[in-house]
């Protein structure tokens, strides 16, 4: 049975794991455990930091964003390139989400990790989906077919709260942590803003104003969770 590409503590927490069953330092499993930690390394000089996992679809989608933003156009060929490998990258599978949010929808959006089919986050395709509206690629219609299909999948994902959540349904009023891999239990953390403001910016482009239910739950509740200064709590994981 295969893993998902391994996020850094995924890899520390399946060596242990191993470790602790008495797996000796040349069994397969081990080595790999070992061999996923190591390929997240960066080591300098004085120093080992270790990158949390290979993002590719949401840096890509964020790259491309701020490229068109300093005023680089759309149809520049790196534009529409990025624009196209998202489009492919497209999750078309109904993967560990479908089990807690059974919606009548056709599976979409897109992952953190790099190369998961079965758990699409909902922050990255918000991201992909900012991406693709900027870009009309040289086939509109198949952008636009896709960018359809990852707006209605990402807008199932509105909590009760009408915060949004990270990916999979486990509980009504949180976010939840989704399956890193087999080795990992689920860890739940509270709602951000992160996902409301992505459903309010991506939403515009099918002219949704703040009267949209989904929209307007979304805007009050990024209101209630601004902090006194002024800023907003976010979660990475």
């Keep these: 049975m295969g893993w998902p590409p391994f996020f850094s503590g995924d890899a520390q927490f399946a060596y242990r794991i191993w470790k602790a069953l008495g797996y000796p330092d040349d069994h397969p499993q081990v080595i790999r455990a070992a061999c996923e930690l190591k390929k997240l390394e960066h080591e300098t000089e004085n120093d080992v ?15 491309a964003i701020c490229l068109h933003e300093s005023g680089i156009s759309e149809n520049h060929p790196a534009l529409k390139k990025s624009a196209e490998w998202l489009i492919e990258k ?18 979409s959006g897109w992952v953190f990790e790099f190369n ?3 758990n699409p986050d909902v ?21 636009d077919e ?23 349904r486990i509980a009504p009023k949180i976010f939840s942590k989704k399956f890193r891999s087999p080795i990992i239990t689920p ?17 515009a482009t099918k002219n949704w104003n ?24 976010g979660r990475w994981a």
């Design 49 to 63: 930091r270790i990158e949390p996992c290979f993002r590719r679809f949401g840096t890509t989608a964020i790259v």
């Design 116 to 118: 998961n089919k079965w």
């Design 90 to 107: 497209e999750i078309r599978f109904r993967g560990d989400w479908i089990h807690k949010n059974p919606a009548k929808v056709e599976p």
């Design 146 to 168: 896709c960018f359809q299909r990852g707006l209605k999948w990402m807008m199932t994902f509105q909590c009760k709260t009408a915060g949004g959540r990270r990916s999979t």
């Design 210 to 233: 703040r009267n949209h239910l989904q929209i307007h739950r979304a805007i009050e509740f990024i209101r209630e969770h601004q902090e006194p200064d002024g800023s907003w709590y």
């Design 123 to 143: 922050d990255d395709t918000a991201m992909v989906l900012l991406a693709l509206r900027k870009i009309p690629t040289d086939d509109p219609q198949k952008r």
């Design 187 to 203: 860890c739940s953390i509270p709602n951000v803003p992160t996902s409301p403001r992505a459903f309010w910016n991506c939403s």
